[in-house]
């Protein structure tokens, strides 16, 4: 069965911390990416790691404070969010999706987990 799901996520306040999981099911050969939906506007990619190299990319607007990490042994990717800011309140969805490289781009990822909300109180 193909499925993503993640965890992890709830409230926290402003410069606090929160450690998603990405569970992959059938996929864990796929590049995985995060990706948030705030109320009103669009989803946006956060965050990715490849499958071929490990290599990792991310948004402007969370490097140095998120870090991406997989565990192949449990077919999960982590999204350590550090330094958490109210700006960061959302859905934060994972995916997966082909290619030798990752993106953040989410027309690149066919599938998808049902989200994790994520809330940052100021």
């Known amino acids: 069965q193909l499925q993503l799901v993640e965890s992890g996520g709830g409230l926290v306040q402003s410069g606090g911390s929160l450690n998603l999981s990405c569970v992959a099911y059938g996929l864990d050969y796929l590049n995985i990416g995060w990706f948030r939906q705030a109320p009103g506007k669009e989803r946006e990619g956060v965050s990715c790691i490849s499958n071929s190299d490990g290599d990792t990319n991310y948004a402007d607007s969370v490097k140095g404070r998120f870090t991406i990490s997989r565990d192949r042994t449990k077919n999960t990717v982590y999204l350590q969010m550090n330094s958490l800011e109210p700006e960061d309140t959302a859905l934060y969805y994972c995916?997966?999706?082909?290619?030798?490289?990752?993106?953040?781009?989410?027309?690149?990822?066919?599938?998808w987990g049902q989200g994790t909300q994520v809330t940052v109180s100021s």
């Open positions: 995916a997966a999706g082909y290619g030798h490289y990752c993106s953040i781009y989410r027309w690149e990822y066919p599938y």
